[in-house]
Structure formats: structure tokens, C-alpha cells
DNA sequence: TTATTAGCCGAATAAATTACCGTAAAAAAA
DNA sequence: TTTTTTTACGGTAATTTATTCGGCTAATAA
């Protein structure tokens, strides 16, 4: 036998995710005393969630505004035919558009959300008309967004 | 003077932002290597993206599935009155629910776009539900998410 | 009870972080 | 052009951290 047992989650290790969501780059002797353990068996812990596919992968939050791309929009799109053919043209092309940083496939209305960051209404229009031009495209609604009231909040551990 | 100048970044501060967002938890001296730096002026430049709000945070991306909130979806959200006092008590009480990812102010039709994870069907009536509660609420309309096709791309740094 | 397992601590060592200094190249001033 | 100043680099060394290993303890199962 090589699987190890699905061990249910106990308090350190959720407390080990709450942290490492808002902090990825704490060290691991800190971690390890904000949840009174030695260093030893906190760094067990973190490996084990990385191995068991709790922890996905760590990234740093840039500030778009400095980076030229400060500005933010929803993008509703409708596709003209709802053939698997269709959708998986307009997947592949989608995720190759560096400014999408986000898309959906959505029920209730349309086919996808997209959310897109730009430099200013120029860009937002060479963008637009980017997508307009995918495979499958019939129309499209924007949504500007005019101010960030709650961004990257993590998965909720402690209710 | 105390302040420093407001240096262009060149193609290695790029670089280290770009590796940084996408491996948040490198080690500095791997990083080095990376952008073909000794470590101690790799750190000093990863210090002053710091200090000088290019990078805001680090995180980890953890499995939402995994840990009870993998279904997700965007509720449109309209409020009666469009007063600042309106606006100022729905942002607060907004940010405070833990399962609200993001919730964004936006023009184009409707208010609010907040997007929410949830377990199941029964734990979304019960946020739409506060949701509608929620001061100023007039009309929501939701559109659960059917599948991700791109998610937590950072910014653009290399176009 | 006894064996087994799981999970912890602490020590030892390897590695990384971080501050400091000397130097060289580039920029600015003379 | 020459000198001065600034900037950014690399190397070194002290400190801190990561990582491995052995052994202890408590809970569980036989």
C-alpha cells in the first residue's frame, strides 16, 4: 500500500491554510509558532497539503495600476452556435489573451463572463475588438468597473 | 532628501515580478539565478518592488473544491436608492460576508457585481439571502458559474 | 498487555537570508 | 576631457531558517 489515508483536516492545518492564504511567503519557523507547533512537524503539514492538493500554488499580488493595467471590466459574451466545436475554439483562443485574467463559462443568461484589465479606453477598444473577432462570438455587453469594494479574499476557513 | 527616485523598472525588476506572481514562495536565492543576479541585489530589488507597492502581498491559491466552497457564481446586484449613504453601508457589509470573493462597483446597467463560493445549492439560498437583506438591495440576478476556463492570471508583464 | 502507529520535540547540519564592504561602471559635474 | 559622485554589483560573514533524523509519548488495535 503507498496511498496514505484521507485524512480529515484538523484545527492546525486549517489554521496553516488560513495563514499561508493571506501570507505566502512566511517562513516556516514563524508559521510554525503561530500555530504551537516546532518547526519540524509544521513544515510536515505544509508539505503534505501541497502533496494532497490543498494548497495549489503561491503567487504574488501586483499592483495593476502601477503596471499599466488599472483598469478592470466585465465582458458578458454570447456565442452564435452552442456546438462543443464552437465553445472549444473559443476556449483556447480566450485563454491565450493575456489581458483575460479571469473567464467563466456562465449559466443564467450568456455563455461567458470574462474580466479583462487594461491601461485606458484605447486598449479597452483594441481588446473589445480582440474578442468581438473570437470564434463563435454573436454579442457582447462590458461592464466597467469603477471601484475594487472587495478583491482576492480566499476561500473562507474559519465561518 | 529621504525619498528615492521614482526608477523606471528595467527588464530584470520585470522579470522578478513576473516570476514572483506566478511562484510566490521561490527562494531568493533561486530567484537570483533566475534573472542572472548575485543574491544580495536580487533581494534589494525585490525589497523595493515591495516598499514601492509594486508587489502588495503574497498568497497562496488553495483547491476551493477541497475545502467545502467549490461552486461559484456572480450575482448582479441593483440598489433603490443610489445615495452615498446607501453605497457606503452596502460596501460594508458586503466585504464582511466571508463567502463573498470579490464584489465590484460597476457601470453599465447595474451596481454591483459580487462574486460568492458556496458549497451547494442550499448554502447559496442561504447567501442570496443575506444578500437581499443586504441595505439597499432592490433586485439581484445570478449566473452560476459552469466552468472555469481561466482563472488567477496576474498582470501583463510581458506582452 | 503488548504491538503498532502517528505525531510530536529537539538536535545537528545544510542552506538561505541579510547586512556590510569594496569595486567597477555609469552618470553627473567640473 | 577629467574628476567626482552615484548606482548597482559581487563576495563574505553572521545570523536565521530549512530540513533531516532519532527518539519520546500518547492513542489505537491486536
Known amino acids: 500500500m503507498t496511498s496514505s489515508k484521507p485524512k480529515v483536516l484538523d484545527r492546525i492545518d486549517l489554521t496553516i491554510l488560513d495563514v499561508l492564504q493571506k501570507n505566502g511567503r512566511i517562513s516556516n519557523s514563524t508559521l510554525a509558532q503561530r500555530v504551537n507547533l516546532s518547526a519540524s512537524p509544521c513544515l510536515e503539514r505544509v508539505k503534505r497539503l501541497e502533496h494532497e492538493g490543498y494548497i495549489e500554488s ?10 499599466k493595467y488599472g483598469m478592470t ?3 458578458q459574451v454570447t456565442l452564435d452556435r452552442t456546438t462543443a466545436d464552437i465553445f472549444n475554439k473559443f476556449r483556447a483562443e480566450v485563454i491565450g489573451i493575456k489581458q483575460v485574467a479571469e473567464c467563466h463559462m456562465v449559466a443564467g ?16 477598444r483594441a481588446l473589445l475588438g ?22 482576492h ?3 473562507p476557513i474559519f465561518d
Chains 1, 2 share one sequence.
Open 130 to 151: 480582440t474578442i468581438v473577432e473570437l470564434p463563435g462570438v454573436s454579442q457582447t455587453h462590458t461592464y466597467i468597473v469603477t471601484e475594487h469594494v472587495k478583491r
Open 109 to 124: 443568461g450568456f455563455d461567458y463572463l470574462v474580466k479583462i484589465c487594461f491601461e485606458d479606453m484605447a486598449a479597452y
Open 58 to 67: 503561491y503567487g504574488a499580488f501586483l499592483n495593476a495600476s502601477k503596471l
Open 153 to 155: 479574499s480566499g476561500v
Open 73 to 75: 471590466a466585465f465582458i
